[in-house]
C-alpha cells in the first residue's frame, strides 16, 4: 500500500505562482510513475503532467512551459511548480502514483484545491 499527501494548493492571483508537494509513504518502492492531475468543476478529471521512476516526465498541452514537475527521491515527494497560472487552472489538483506492472494509476491522495482569481 501507498499513501499520498498533497499540500501547497490555495488562492492566488492570475499570474502567479504556486507549488504543490505530495509526499509518498508505505511501499514506495513499488511506485513506477507519479502524476499530478486536476479536475475542475463540471469538468472531468484530466492528466496535467506525469514523472516516471527513471525521470521522464509528460506534460498536458495546456501547461506546457508553465508547470515543471519534479520528485525528490531522498524524500519520496514529488513537486509541481505553478508559474504563469490562469484561471482556467483553477481546480482540485490530485497526486496519484502507479505501481509496477500497473497501466492504472491505482494509489491517489486527498487532493487540494487551486483557486487563481482574475
Known amino acids: 500500500q501507498v499513501q499520498l499527501v498533497e499540500s501547497g494548493g490555495g488562492l492566488v492571483q492570475a499570474g502567479g505562482s504556486l507549488r504543490l508537494s505530495c509526499a509518498a509513504s508505505?511501499?514506495?518502492?513499488?511506485?513506477?510513475?507519479m502524476g499530478w492531475y486536476r479536475q475542475a468543476p463540471g469538468k472531468e478529471r484530466e492528466l496535467v503532467a506525469i514523472?516516471?521512476?527513471?525521470?521522464?516526465?509528460r506534460y498536458a498541452d495546456s501547461v506546457k512551459g508553465r508547470f515543471t514537475i519534479s520528485r525528490d527521491n531522498a524524500k519520496n515527494t514529488v513537486y509541481l511548480q505553478m508559474n504563469s497560472l490562469k484561471s482556467e487552472d483553477t481546480a482540485v489538483y490530485y497526486c496519484?502514483?502507479?505501481?509496477?506492472?500497473?497501466?492504472?494509476?491505482?494509489?491517489w491522495g486527498q487532493g487540494t484545491q487551486v483557486t487563481v482569481s482574475s
Open positions: 496519484a502514483a502507479r505501481s509496477t506492472g500497473r497501466d492504472i494509476y491505482d494509489y
Open positions: 514523472i516516471k521512476s527513471v525521470g521522464s516526465t
Open positions: 508505505g511501499s514506495t518502492f513499488s511506485i513506477a510513475a
